[in-house]
């Protein structure tokens, strides 16, 4: 696996696990906010927010947190509102980036973005300067020991899956974002809670870098992670297990 997976395990192994945790937590019950005020705030009628409860839901954000938030979009009763950007860039070995963010003060989070590819050595992009070099899809990743290989592909087809990509680190199902509830419950009947699972944006082709690059580049993606208005990080790099070895001990 490349780019988005190998990114995604290098955040599970570090430290901190339980702050990462509850900032998680606030961005996928963000998305709940904003998908409801989209359209009606009914998931049976409205296919964002039916793909954001399930994102939720896959990530163990309690029911009750789900509910109070759709009881406030129903009733009115929250009046934040957020704006969604997207911003796109270069890091460090001309590695293309796509962030996207909510916030409730454009210009804060501009500013914000724009300090944190500065100091580690990226630079922000036009709008469409790196958006043709990714898909969107729902993503759903599952460890090693929750299935073969073989019965992990089996049931993501069944479920309505694209692809299912398996290496020693664990098995990774990709759907259309639109079939993204109905495949993460299906799989997660079968399987149990995934380890990680939303809607993610894949590079269509990967850049492999080296160890210094990589370095650089993962310390840019984990300030802009931490930056509480940005909502998903994506890139297009590729490196070498030994060198993940390295930078996830």
Known sequence: MAGHSKWANIQHRKGAQDAKRAKRFAKLVREVIVAARSGQPDPDHNARLRTAIAAAKAQSVPKENIERVLKKAQGGEDDVNFDELRYEGFGPGGIALMVDAMTDNRNRTAAEVRSIFNKHG???GESGSVNYMFERFGAIRYESKAASADD???AALE???SDCET???GHEVFCAPDDFGDVSE?????FGAPEDAGLIWKAQTTVPINEKAA??????MEALDDCDDVQNVAANFDVSDEVMQKLSA
């Open 186 to 190: 299906a799989l997660a009947d079968k």
């Open 215 to 220: 370095d650089s580049l993962f310390k840019l």
């Open 122 to 124: 990226g630079a922000l």
């Open 152 to 154: 992990m592909f089996e």
């Open 167 to 169: 290496d020693d680190d």
């Open 159 to 161: 479920a309505g899956a």
